[in-house]
T-cell receptor, first 114, second 114 residues
């Protein structure tokens, strides 16, 4: 069983829809929770990161962490065709300040249709 | 502009050849990383380096080698011992220390074995 599970999709939605992307994890000691966006044939870029349980909002994006359920989500409101990309969740294992290691999910491919 | 550059963008290798992928950063980051990405999979860590002249194996180091002679550079060699090297390779860098340290990614190199 992988430490971080993410449905690879693909997920196709109409423009303007609310998108929900999710990851589950098995290690309750994970510390930071991140969402990266990766356009086709490009390197990933950090969208948001959170540390504690709860919600964090940035424009149309909301990151949610539920540590009791070991579940994180990324919500995209008013989705746009430019949001079409692969979204990767990532987490830092314990003592990662010594190594910088990240554990990534498989990534979910999102297509927003005009 | 500060950032991470990777070259070449596309690389073709014959069976039995060693090839070297370049990664350079001008962000003054101490830590650098190499990841491999396969279709439908997240990023898997090959090697990482927290300081010059020191590097550690990641989760899938077999068949790869690295060097870190300069802070700005972290080249990756894919050796003939790597049984399935066709993949998308991503280099990243970050600051070190406690707390959250964002990893910045380069544009990637796509390696194909002929």
């Amino acid at each position: 069983q992988k430490e971080v599970e993410q449905d690879p999709g693909p997920l196709s939605v109409p423009e303007g829809a609310i998108v929900s992307l999710n990851c589950t994890y098995s290690n309750s000691a994970f510390q930071y929770f991140m969402w990266y966006r990766q356009y086709s044939r490009k390197g990933p870029e950090l969208l948001m990161y959170t540390y504690s349980s709860g919600n964090k909002e940035d424009g149309r994006f909301t990151a949610q962490v539920d540590k009791s359920s070991k579940y994180i989500s990324l919500f995209i409101r008013d989705s746009q065709p430019s949001d079409s990309a692969t979204y990767l969740c990532a987490m830092t294992p314990p003592r990662s300040s010594n190594t910088g290691k990240l554990i990534f999910g498989q990534g979910t491919t999102l297509q927003v249709k005009p | 502009d500060g950032g991470i550059t990777q070259s070449p963008k596309y690389l073709f290798r014959k069976e039995g050849q060693n090839v070297t992928l370049s990664c350079e950063q001008n962000l003054n980051h101490d830590a650098m990383y190499w990841y491999r990405q396969d279709p439908g999979q997240g990023l898997r860590l090959i090697y990482y380096s927290q300081i010059v002249n020191d590097f550690q194996k990641g989760d899938i180091a077999e068949g790869y080698s690295v060097s870190r002679e300069k802070k700005e550079s972290f080249p990756l060699t894919v050796t003939s011992a790597q049984k399935n090297p066709t993949a998308f390779y991503l280099c990243a860098s970050s600051q070190r220390g406690r707390g959250f340290n964002e990893q910045f990614f380069g544009p990637g190199t796509r390696l194909t074995v002929l």
